[in-house]
Each structure stands twice: as C-alpha cells, then as structure tokens.
C-alpha cells in the first residue's frame, strides 16, 4: 500500500486540479475525509482563530502546530499539507521544523518568505526575508527531508511587498534550490493570475488559496485547473462559516434559553456520536474486555 505522501506526489501529476479544505483539529479532517477530499490542508491561521481566539499574526508555535498534526495523523490516513509559517527561525530551525512535522505524518511542508513575526498572506504591511536567505532556507528544508515524496511549498509574500516582477524571480529561485510546488500568495486580479500560470506552470505544481474577502479574487476550482493550476486550497473558510453558525447558535440560546429553535441546524447526540465513530470504538473496547468487563491480560 503506498503512502499518503507518495499518493500526493501522484496526485499532483494529474491534470486534475487538487482541491484541499482547510482543516484545524482531529474533527475537521475526519469530516474532510468523510466528504471525500483526497488532500487536506492544515491552516495555522485556523490554529490561531480556533485554539487562541487570535489574529494570524505569528502567534502559533511550532510545538503546538506539531501537537495538531499528531492528533489529525492519529485520526486520518489523508495527505495532509501543513502550513509550517516561517520555519520558525533561521535555516537549522527550518531543519528541525521539517524533520519534526515528517515524523509527525506531514506530506508536503509549506515555508514562506516573511520575517518574524508573519501575518496572514492578505494582511497589510507584511516584510519579506532577502530571497538568498529565503533560497538558503529552502535548500535546508529539501536537504533535511527524509523522503523525496515529502514535497516543500515554497511560498512568496513578495507580490504584496516588492511587486509582481520582484516576486516571479523570488519564485524562480525557489525554484531553483529545489521546491516542489510554488505558491505566489495574494495575486490581486485574474490577469496576475494568469500569468503566473503562463510562466510557471509547465514547471511546477501551482498552488492558489482563496480567502473570503481576501486580496485574490475567488475562484472556483474548475477555472484554475483551467488556468494551469495544480493545487487549490481554501484554508480559512471553514472556520469563518462556523463563526457565522457559532454568533448565531449564541444569539439564539441567549434569547431563548433553550437550543430547541437552532435544532434544525445541529446534529443531535445520537448524528454527533454516528460520525465520530463512537459505535466502532465501543465494540472495539469489548473485544479486550475479560468476562467481568475488565480488561483482560493475555496469556504469557
């Protein structure tokens, strides 16, 4: 059987854009794997809205985006992309960040060019690392990996901060140390992105990210699979729709004191413990249980 990070450098090499959900915890990537996504994308801007009620504003460490991956990996065989923001440090930190998150289950580990501390890709005045740093830091992140089918994302702010000529040759030395896949962040209109996809696609795997309200105009799957794109993800959506359904679920238990009028809109104990898996993990639980519903020892 091959693995999901051998499945994901497959995948990629299909015609067939890869569309990956943004997932933050144990739950989402069930529900993700459930839907029936071939890839997901651990968001550490969703870390930081659902962990820390906080802004993606470089917050969330690597400790604590290695204990989520953990507990995801636990949870799904899925090929899961990680947003591993800066490296969290220079080259060596890059290393060590790498190796980590390949031990932990990561199949391709995103690296971007800001400095300390990042912002989300559609937040203002964001700062960049010089580009050879940057090519340096890459370069140790495909030198630290232990196997070639865990993919490095080479990301670049640079569109942002020097302009779109200054981030194409960014991508062009990421490209050159050895990145798998590029992702030029925050294109502000269809043209950029078509000639992004023009210059590079033929090269590398592409990667977009739509962002609700973001600096890239939305679009759908099927147009930039069209355009030349590989690789789409949609890291933050989930988490702004279940805002929306959480304001709402509290208005309406504040004003009338019962859950009974948001029924509609919520599993009930029984639909919640279904998709979980709980029915599966009891019956498991009974095989190891001796006559008198203790655990039983085997026999030595």
């Not at 996504?37 to 962990?51: D, N, Q, V």
């Amino acid at each position: 059987m091959r693995s999901p990070g051998t499945n994901l450098k497959s995948r990629l090499a299909d015609p067939a854009i890869l569309v990956a959900p943004g997932i933050y915890d144990g739950l989402t990537a069930a529900f993700a794997a459930d839907a029936g996504f071939e890839a997901a994308y651990l968001s550490g801007a969703s870390i930081a809205y659902t962990r820390f009620g906080r802004p993606d504003i470089g917050l969330v460490s690597m400790a604590e985006v290695a204990d989520t991956l953990s507990a995801i990996r636990e949870r799904v065989d899925l090929p899961i992309l990680i947003d591993a923001d800066t490296g969290y440090g220079n080259a060596l930190n890059v290393q060590r960040t790498v190796r980590l998150f390949e031990r932990l289950g990561a199949n391709a580990i995103q690296l971007e060019d800001q400095t300390l501390p990042k912002r989300c890709g559609h937040l203002s005045d964001k700062t960049l690392v010089p580009a050879g740093e940057m090519a340096g830091k890459l370069l140790a992140a495909v030198e630290a990996r232990q196997s070639p089918d865990t993919l490095i994302i080479a990301r670049t702010d640079a569109l942002a901060v020097e302009g779109f000529d200054a981030a194409c040759a960014r991508a062009e030395r990421y490209l050159d140390v050895g990145a798998d896949i590029l992702f030029i962040e925050a294109p502000r209109t269809v043209e950029e992105i078509q000639t992004l996809a023009d210059r590079f696609a033929d090269r590398a795997p592409l990667m977009a990210n739509m962002v609700e309200g973001g600096t890239t105009p939305l679009m759908g799957a099927d147009e930039l699979q069209r355009l030349g794109f590989s690789l789409v993800i949609f890291p933050g959506g989930l988490v702004r729709a279940l805002a929306a359904t959480a304001e709402s679920y509290f208005a309406s238990l504040r004003q009338h004191g019962s859950t009974a009028p948001f029924r509609d809109r919520m599993l009930d104990f029984a639909g919640l413990n279904a998709r979980l898996g709980t029915p599966d993990l009891l019956a498991a639980g009974r095989r190891y249980a001796g006559d008198d519903g203790e655990t039983g020892e085997a026999d030595s």
